[in-house]
């Protein structure tokens, strides 16, 4: 698997698609980090991922007082945030395969 992976690495890690990736991790985390310019509308109270520890009864209060566009936004709010993750893993693989480049 990790032989795979390097090959896969040595075709792909080029400058031009480590600077895409940049710009790509950049949009994502300003996208979250503005909840989406805005347009994504959170509630704070309402929101379990900060918490340290919940119940069942704090999670369906939650859920009651985000109501049906709050679940909708916090599905995108999260959906960016994993695109944000894993755009952020390739960069970091990207731009650490030729700094330390492996022998095959």
Same mark, same amino acid.
């Given at each position: &698997? !990790?032989? *795979?992976?390097? /090959?896969?690495?040595?075709?792909?890690?080029?400058?031009?698609?480590?600077?895409?990736?940049?710009?790509?991790?950049?949009?994502?985390?300003?996208?979250?980090?503005?909840?989406? =310019? !805005?347009?994504?509308? %959170?509630?704070? *109270? #309402?929101?379990?991922?900060?918490?340290?520890? @919940? /119940?069942?009864? #704090?999670? @369906?209060?939650?859920?009651?007082?985000?109501?049906?566009? !709050?679940?909708?936004? @916090?599905?995108?709010?999260?959906? =960016?945030?994993?695109?944000? &993750? =894993?755009? %952020?893993? %390739?960069? =970091? &693989?990207?731009? &650490? @395969?030729?700094?330390?480049?492996?022998?095959?």
């Amino acid at each position: &698997m !990790g032989i *795979k992976v390097l /090959n896969w690495l040595s075709r792909e890690a080029t400058a031009k698609r480590t600077f895409l990736l940049f710009v790509s991790v950049l949009f994502f985390l300003i996208c979250v980090s503005t909840q989406f =310019f !805005g347009l994504i509308h %959170l509630d704070v *109270k #309402a929101i379990l991922d900060s918490s340290d520890f @919940y /119940n069942s009864e #704090a999670f @369906y209060h939650a859920i009651e007082i985000q109501g049906e566009s !709050g679940r909708q936004a @916090y599905l995108i709010f999260h959906l =960016f945030d994993y695109a944000l &993750m =894993f755009s %952020l893993t %390739l960069f =970091f &693989m990207f731009l &650490m @395969y030729p700094t330390f480049p492996c022998e095959l």
